[in-house]
């Protein structure tokens, strides 16, 4: 069974840290490329960072970047978002997403969709 869960989320105060992971099972993270997406209550969803499968490049939104880093840990078939210097604009629900990379290549990640499997989410709430 594919799946992709998400943990990490939880409340925290502004200039603060938190570490989301986003654990595979079914598949191997390492043949996907993986995106970081958000979604605030009353707005659309966001993308927040992406890595392609195969690249080292990441790439990071406007919103966080300098802020935010994406990691794998392919051992672990999991991948991290490591959120730093929080603020009360990053509060939403995050979730994880994966592509094959045999289909959009090794190189390929993006922050706007096209993403055939999604976690559940984790809430994450910025506020002092």
């Known amino acids: 069974q594919v799946q992709l869960v998400e943990s990490g989320g939880g409340l925290v105060q502004p200039g603060g840290s938190l570490r989301l992971s986003c654990a595979a099972s079914?598949?191997?993270?390492?043949?996907?490329?993986i995106g970081w997406f958000r979604q605030a209550p009353g707005k659309e969803r966001e993308g927040v960072s992406c890595?392609?499968?195969?690249?080292?490049?990441?790439y990071y939104s406007d919103s966080v970047k300098g802020r935010f880093a994406i990691s794998r840990d392919d051992a672990k078939n999991t991948v991290y978002l490591q959120m730093n210097n929080l603020k009360p604009e990053d509060t939403a629900v995050y979730f994880c997403?994966?592509?094959?990379?045999?289909?959009?290549?090794?190189?390929?990640?993006?922050?706007?969709?096209?993403?055939?499997?999604w976690g559940q989410g984790t809430l994450v709430t910025v506020s002092s």
């Open positions: 997403a994966a592509a094959p990379a045999i289909k959009y290549g090794t190189d390929w990640c993006s922050l706007f969709g096209s993403y055939h499997y």
């Open positions: 079914g598949f191997t993270l390492d043949d996907y490329a």
């Open positions: 890595s392609p499968s195969a690249d080292n490049r990441r």
